[in-house]
């Protein structure tokens, strides 16, 4: 009977970490989906202002000069340098002559007096019956002496995975911009806003380049991993979704710093803070819930960065 009894009581313990974990992770997507529809918003209003002074007749009066300004500078209207659009003319019609050229012209402009008599040579090449092949076509290319080795796609790959994914010396990161990624728990509201929105503002206000990102979301956490020279895991627990992130961390070379404003990784001490005793059971549990996880992550990191843990536990 008493078997029963310490199974049942385990069951319960799971079931109601389960059930605090599955409202962390409702609480997190209901964030997620106020900044994508904060963004969206935003996106469509810039969209329909761009669109609205593209349709002005002072935008289309200016054109010419804009076209002129860019051409003085040294650039294509789209921002490109002459020097190497021109260069890259020259490689697509050496390899695919001018069927290839007119090909990307009518692709990349479209509606362009440009674009549109590309589309015409390519329209009208598509017309002609075929003939008998040109005696240059006959001609087998000259042969310059020159033999390039031959590699197989596997050493391709190896070959490019070694110089991509090789990391960054210490001397190249100092010389960088420092560039901050902060991956941190979301889902708490007050937390958040004091630890997380109020910190990337600090250090953009330095000319520093800051992202956030939630440690739910692994692969945008690993791909902002690859250009960042500092992190910084805030309040985030040891599940292997975030061991992932701190082996791709210590892989890169990087010195990652662990945030925590309150005592969450030592269960006895959270529950001496009085603020506790102001929220209900449920978020009680949900709280002590992260003590245990959370406990592990300063064993993965070289050093762990405390902000006032005395205070901060009413934040949460």
Known sequence: MSDLTEDSE?????LTQAEALSASYRASARIQGMRVDGLTHEAASLRHMLNTQRRTLSWRVT????????????????????????????????????????????????????GRVAARYTTSNR??????????????????????PSITPAERQKALEAV???????????????HILIIAELSLRQCAKYRVWQKEEQLRSLGWTVDVVDWRDTEQALAALQICTEVIFYR????????????????????????????????ELYQENGNLQTLDTAEQKQL??????????PSFLRSRHSVDPCSGAGHG
Do not use: N
């Open 288 to 297: 002590l819930f992260w003590c245990p996880v959370v406990q592990e992550v």
């Open 10 to 14: 385990k069951i319960r313990q799971v």
């Open 164 to 178: 991509y994914a090789k990391p960054l010396d210490a001397e190249t990161l100092h010389q960088l911009t420092p």
């Open 63 to 114: 054109a010419p000069l804009r076209v002129v300004r860019h051409l003085m500078k040294g650039q294509l209207p789209t921002g490109q340098k002459i020097p190497v659009v021109c260069q890259r003319v020259k490689e697509i019609y050496h390899d695919e002559g001018l069927h290839g050229v007119t090909q990307r012209i009518q692709a990349r402009l479209p509606d362009t007096v440009l």
């Open 127 to 148: 017309q002609k019956p075929s003939s008998v092949p040109t005696a240059a076509a006959q001609t087998p290319a000259p042969d310059h002496g020159v033999k390039l």
């Open 236 to 267: 985030v627990p040891a599940f292997e979704s975030v061991e992932i992130l701190l082996h791709e961390t210590r892989r890169l070379g990087l010195s990652p710093w662990w945030e925590v404003d309150d005592l969450i990784f030592s269960a």
